[in-house]
């Protein structure tokens, strides 16, 4: 099984995540964020198939969403407007991203990608 893994290779978290799918001998698919940012329609599709809001996608504790005041104006924006909105900027995406033929993990939670990777 190939998964898809979308990190920014300087983030801590991501690196803890990485090491875990090479330790579970995991075969994945290596995409910096910042150099190949997801498109609005990868984003979309990815959105549908975790289950979780869309706030979710944002990386809240990043410089950009911060900046651009997003807590602020996200709860006026439509859907589509949010989706444009992340994929201007692999920064404002919550990393890393697990993305699974059926199902897509946002953030690391050993136990949750544990029981996504065994299925």
Known sequence: M??????YPKCTTC????????EHNVNFEDRDIKDKNPTAEELKTWYQKSGLPLKRFFNTS?????SMQLK???P?????EQLSLLATDGMLVKRPLLIKEDKVLVGFKEAEWEKVISE
């Open 62 to 66: 990043g410089l950009v969403y911060k």
């Open 72 to 74: 602020e104006k996200l």
């Open 2 to 7: 190939s998964v898809l893994f979308v990190e």
């Open 15 to 22: 690196k803890k995540a990485k090491k875990w799918l090479e």
């Open 76 to 80: 006026d924006m439509s859907e589509e």
